[in-house]
């Protein structure tokens, strides 16, 4: 519990407020209407086609922060009010998702790298859960560390997968950030871009916590595995 309380509680807190304070930045610009008039839908065309990208599709998903984009069916899935919203911050969000486009045309490695993790983690995550369960049962009743090992690895594997992730959503952003500014058309003042890179700057940090959280949780479960081992 010691270990807990050491790790995981001020983990939690810094991604608390993270996230608290992303949801508020995203809110206050999702009000602050772009000058240009540019749908979330539009400035991700725009943006695809300036990078000579046209085999990608644009499209609408339900859910609040729901946007991402999936290399495998190449679709920028916008959430509804990015999609149909003419705001700073719908622009942001938009661009950042065409951001991910531009780097699978451009053969991004991160990009390629983390898209052929996807399906190995998307198995462990389901399973962990219970791995995790089933170990800790295991390890203190009967001594046997094996589930929980199985756990601990699937666990580096994830926290590997949040780690790959950092870079990619940082270059996401910048190349965002940089059309924007080179884009007058979307974005008619110097203080529009600064509001955008202030609401992609937020949105990066909530992966930097997701990337925290899951080393501490690594180190956590590591440091019962070979305390009882």
């Known amino acids: ?6 790790i995981i509680i001020p983990v939690l807190i810094i991604s608390m407020f993270v996230q608290w304070r992303f949801r508020k ?16 839908r539009e400035v991700a065309e725009q943006m695809l086609h300036d990078n000579g990208i046209y085999d990608v599709t644009v499209m609408s998903t339900e859910g609040q ?3 991402h984009y999936n290399p495998e069916e190449k679709t920028v899935n916008l959430s509804t009010d990015v ?6 911050a719908a622009a942001a969000v938009a661009a950042h998702e065409c951001g991910h486009a531009v ?3 451009r053969s991004y490695h991160w990009l390629e790298l983390r898209t052929n993790m996807v ?14 369960i089933i170990g800790i049962l295991l390890i203190s009743f009967t001594g046997s560390p094996v589930v929980l090992t199985i756990g601990v690895l699937g666990l580096a594997l994830i926290t590997i997968f949040s780690i790959i992730s950092l870079p ?3 270059d996401a952003s910048r190349r965002a950030l940089t059309w924007l500014k080179n884009n007058n058309s979307i974005m ?3 203080e529009e871009n600064k509001q955008a890179k202030d609401a992609l700057w937020w949105a990066a940090m909530t992966y930097v916590v997701a990337a925290l959280g899951a080393l501490a949780n690594l180190f956590y479960y590591a440091s019962m595995l070979f305390g009882r081992r």
């Open 25 to 40: 930045k995203f809110s206050k610009y999702a009000e602050m209407q772009l000058s240009s008039g540019y749908s979330g």
């Open 83 to 88: 999609y149909h919203g003419r705001s700073v």
């Open 188 to 190: 008619h003042t110097a």
């Open 1 to 6: 519990m010691g270990i807990f309380l050491m």
């Open 65 to 67: 922060l729901s946007d």
């Open 168 to 170: 990619v959503e940082l």
């Open 103 to 105: 780097q699978q045309a």
């Open 119 to 132: 399906p190995l983690v998307s198995i462990s995550s389901n399973l962990l859960q219970w791995v995790l």
